[in-house]
Structures are given as C-alpha cells and as structure tokens.
C-alpha cells in the first residue's frame, strides 16, 4: 500500500523554465511533507518543507504548495537550473518518528 | 561538523550469507533510522532508533534487525540474505524523532549486492 505516491517517474524542462514535481498521498493523518533531493552516488539531501497547516512555503528558488483536500502536494522550481539534475523524492510523517517516502521523480534540466 | 558516515559503503554477499552494515550519525544527533532503496519502490523505512531504543519499525521481515550504541552509532543487520535484499541502504540521523518534524541527514549508503 503505496502511501505517498510519485506518479510521474521522469520530467525533462528546458533550463530557465519552470518544473513541477507532483506528489499524492492517502493518510489524512499526515501532517508535514518534505522533498529531497538525490544525486547519484549521494545520499538524499533535505530541500524544503510544509507544514499541513500551511498551504505554501517558499525557499528562494523552491516553493512547495499543498492542497489538503485534495491530498497532493507539488514542488515548483523556478528556474530550473542544470544543477538541479536529480532525482527529488517527497516524504511524509504523521509525526510518529519516520518519513514515507514517493518513488522518486528524476528531473533533467536540459541546458 | 562531520555528515552521517556509512561502512562499507560496497558490498557483495551470496544468497544465505548474513550481512552487517554500520552508521555513524552526525555528532550530537540521537536518532538514526534505517531506509532500503530499490528501483521503483522509493525508500522504505526499515527502523528508527532513539537513545538506544527501537521507537519504529517498517514491515520488514524478522531477518532485518538492528541496534544503537550509547555513542548513538547504529548497525543494521540482514540474515538469510535473498536475491531481493540488493539494495542501497541508507542511514539517516536527526537531533530528535521527526516528531518535531526536524529533517533528516542522510549517509551516501551502503550498496549492497546479493547473488
């Protein structure tokens, strides 16, 4: 029973662009939503937050928008950038001391 | 400040054999846990451990286990390896359970492979 669900296993933007990762989940007892980023080789590195209290965040380049209703999440990148050639996993907790994570979704930033 | 130290960060098992990998979280951070990465399946969490408890667990089979020293170090530890345990297995550590939603920092993994 996939909780946290990443449907979309790739997404190529031209570099300047705007790109849009997409997460679904299905335990209304969540209540904070993360996004990693993972280079290969390289563990997963923290990139930004919300709280289910909140419907956005923003973090220079980042914003991450939630929509509790619908139970979807999204991560914009603004421009998008080369560097960001990854893969970008959403995570979730209910607060109870672990993360469930998406599948993952590889970006390609093409220059 | 030194990050989340994985060893060894390779390996290479036969299926039956037993494997035990090790983490060394970032100082001062008490609580390690314990993902499995595979292809199309995410990161699946297998257990978090908190001044030397077990405070979760994944639904992972029996074979998967693990432990936390007072220094906060953690090994994890596969049985009866399968063809199915190939994976990267990632530690992560945080200053408290991420029920203050603190995130977490993760090792580079320990990648193993089982014929």
């Known amino acids: 029973d996939q909780q946290v669900k990443q449907n979309s296993p790739s997404l190529s933007v031209q570099e300047g662009r705007i790109s849009i990762l997409n997460c679904d989940y299905t335990n209304s007892m969540f209540d904070y939503f993360l996004w990693y980023k993972k280079y290969p080789a390289e563990g997963p590195t923290f990139l930004i937050s919300?709280?289910?209290?909140?419907d956005k965040n923003e973090d220079g380049r980042f914003t991450v928008f939630l929509n509790k209703s619908a139970k979807h999440l999204s991560l914009h990148i603004v421009p998008s950038q080369p560097g960001d050639s990854a893969v970008y996993f959403c995570a979730a907790s209910d607060g109870g001391g672990k993360l469930i994570f998406g599948q993952g979704t590889e970006l390609s930033v093409k220059p | 400040k030194a990050g989340v130290t994985q060893t060894p960060r390779y390996l290479i098992k036969t299926r039956g054999q037993q494997v035990t990998l090790s983490c060394s979280p970032i100082s001062g951070h008490r609580s390690v846990s314990w993902y499995q990465q595979t292809p199309g399946q995410g990161l699946q969490f297998l257990f978090e451990?908190?001044?030397?408890?077990?405070?979760n667990k994944g639904n992972f089979p029996g074979r998967f286990s693990g432990r936390q020293f007072s220094n906060s170090r953690s090994e994890m530890n596969v049985s009866t390896l399968e063809l199915g345990d190939s994976a990267l297995y990632l530690c992560?550590?945080?200053?408290?359970?991420?029920?203050?939603?603190?995130?977490?920092?993760f090792g580079e993994g320990s990648r193993l492979t089982v014929l």
């Open positions: 451990y908190f001044s030397e408890t077990q405070r």
């Open positions: 992560a550590s945080s200053l408290e359970t991420i029920r203050n939603t603190g995130e977490l920092f």
């Open positions: 919300i709280s289910s209290i909140k």
